[in-house]
């Protein structure tokens, strides 16, 4: 049974940082690439960050580019998104989620590509 467990959010003011953390198991890690989107209620989900499966490429969305940096930790099963200078339209539920890939440097960006998904970990930035 594959799991992916989010950790990390929480309240933080603006300008603040956080790192959330998803750790994998029941997949072979190392053989999918990680992304983590985002979601308000009433919304649809949107993409945020892409790490490729051998945490070479990554990929982001205009809206985070140079505050958040995505990765992935093979040996410890667990991708990472860490969050800087967030704002207030930060504030989402943050989803990371895995896709199967066969290219060492493959990634997605759709959500409709990925195979696993997690429960989501809220993140609240106070202005």
């Known amino acids: 049974q594959v799991q992916l467990v989010e950790s990390g959010g929480g309240l933080v003011q603006a300008g603040g940082s956080l790192r959330l953390s998803c750790a994998a198991s029941?997949?072979?890690?190392?053989?999918?690439?990680m992304g983590w989107f985002r979601q308000a209620p009433g919304k649809e989900r949107e993409f945020v960050a892409a790490?490729?499966?051998?945490?070479?490429?990554?990929y982001y969305a205009d809206f985070v580019k140079g505050r958040f940096t995505g990765s992935k930790d093979d040996a410890k099963k667990t991708a990472y998104l860490q969050m800087n200078s967030l704002k207030p339209e930060d504030t989402d539920a943050y989803y990371c989620?895995?896709?199967?890939?066969?290219?060492?440097?493959?990634?997605?960006?759709?959500?409709?590509?990925?195979?696993?998904w997690g429960q989501g970990t809220q993140v609240t930035v106070s202005s």
């Open positions: 029941g997949l072979t890690f190392s053989a999918y690439g």
């Open positions: 790490i490729s499966r051998n945490n070479v490429r990554t």
């Open positions: 989620a895995a896709v199967r890939r066969h290219a060492y440097d493959g990634f997605a960006t759709s959500a409709d590509e990925y195979d696993y």
